[in-house]
Nanobody
Framework: QVQLVESGGGLVQAGGSLRLSCAAS????????MAWFRQAPGKEREFVAS????????WYADSVKGRFTISRDNAKNTVYLQMNILKPEDTAVYYC???????????????????WGQGTQVTVSS
């Protein structure tokens, strides 16, 4: 069982930056691939970024490539999402997700993840 708690959301102006954190419980964090998804009002939850268990491979949605960076610190059981050059269309609830690391690939689908956090709101004003 893995419990995930996100933090770091807030209100920021367009062009600004935020860093989200996701703290995971349990001693097996290193066995999990991690990801960030987001859900805007009235829209489906969508993939943002994912990272392999050792941090050696990362994947991004085209909409955030070059602006967002996913990283992890396995010693702290934490995954991060650094978000730069934020746009109003980045406004959403951001969710952290975890799944056991099996075959190395991006895992971009919501139903591929076993565990989810409660979400943190990010609002970007124009």
């Amino acid at each position: 069982q893995v419990q995930l708690v996100e933090s770091g959301g807030g209100l920021v102006q367009a062009g600004g930056s935020l860093r989200l954190s996701c703290a995971a419980s349990g001693r097996t964090f290193i066995q999990y691939a991690m990801a960030w998804f987001r859900q805007a009002p009235g829209k489906e939850r969508e993939f943002v970024a994912s990272i392999w268990w050792n941090g050696g491979s990362t994947w991004y949605a085209d909409s955030v490539k070059g602006r967002f960076t996913i990283s992890r610190d396995n010693a702290k059981n934490t995954v991060y999402l650094q978000m730069n050059i934020l746009k109003p269309e980045d406004t959403a609830v951001y969710y952290c997700a975890a799944r056991r690391a099996t075959t190395m690939r991006p895992f971009t689908m919501r139903n591929e993840y076993e565990y989810w956090g409660q979400g943190t709101q990010v609002t970007v004003s124009s």
